[in-house]
């Protein structure tokens, strides 16, 4: 293969901060989006690992899994694959990154919440073995695909 297209997920880092910026601002217009100092914090000072997914020097997509101290759950922050190159099953693969990563640092659980409207998410976290805790009403400040309402989904992802 083409080195020049060769795709792959590697750990984030400064100079895809841009890129990560602008990926967040396609999939979420106005208001709901990380703006790029947040998106910068949680890419490099909180305690989490941002993956991106990239073919060849185009960035296509990111997920950031934060972690809490003495906890033992995951936390799926967000997921965003470009709008031109999502159904193509990168969701998924970042997905199970994420996981692979919370694995090696022997978390439990996988958590995360996601607005009751958006059924792409919700059929991918369904697909990936989420299930549903608790609805959360009032989560988000502005709507989100007609809501403000979220659902906390959780997946173990310690095999016993
Ligand atoms: C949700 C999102 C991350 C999915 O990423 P993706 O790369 O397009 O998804 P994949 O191609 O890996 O799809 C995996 C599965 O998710 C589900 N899915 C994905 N997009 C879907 C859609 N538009 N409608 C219904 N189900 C969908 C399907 O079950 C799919 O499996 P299938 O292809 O076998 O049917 C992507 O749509 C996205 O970035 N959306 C905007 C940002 C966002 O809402 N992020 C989630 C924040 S909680």
Redesign the pocket.
Known sequence: MNAKHHSGISRATTDHIQALFEIEQR??PGKTSYSKQQLGHLVLHANSTCFVERQGEVIR?FVIVTYRRGSLTGHIE????DPAF????????LLRAAEADMKQRDMHWSQ?E?SEG????L??YR?AGYKFKEKIEGYYKYEHNGSRNAIRMVKAVKVK
């Open positions: 999939c979420f997509a967000t997921i965003d694959v999502q159904n193509q099953g990168i969701g998924l693969m995360l996601v958006n059924e792409a998410a059929e991918l697909k």
